[in-house]
């Protein structure tokens, strides 16, 4: 469903209803999506820390001072 920025301010208790039913609802400014209404979902599942273990990489450089030509692209 889409509805306008006016309308959604005017019946955004209504609209939740239907979000919380499980519809999506998606507020438009003249005809164009600018921002979208999803029902809430607690994460439930639990994180276990060093999953990605042996995915990351870091080059021994990576701490290096950037190039002065970069350097230049980054601080004014």
Do not use: W
């Not at 209504?14 to 600018?34: D, F, K, M, T, W």
């Amino acid at each position: 469903m889409q509805v306008n920025i006016h309308e959604a301010k005017t019946h955004l208790s209504e609209l939740l209803v239907q979000v919380r039913n499980g519809e999506e609802v998606v507020i438009a400014r003249s005809g164009h999506p600018i921002a979208k209404l999803i029902p809430f979902s607690q994460n439930t599942k639990k994180r276990k820390p060093g999953t990605a273990k042996g995915q990351i990489i870091f080059s021994n450089e990576f701490n290096d001072p950037l190039p002065k030509n970069l350097l230049g692209l980054f601080v004014s």
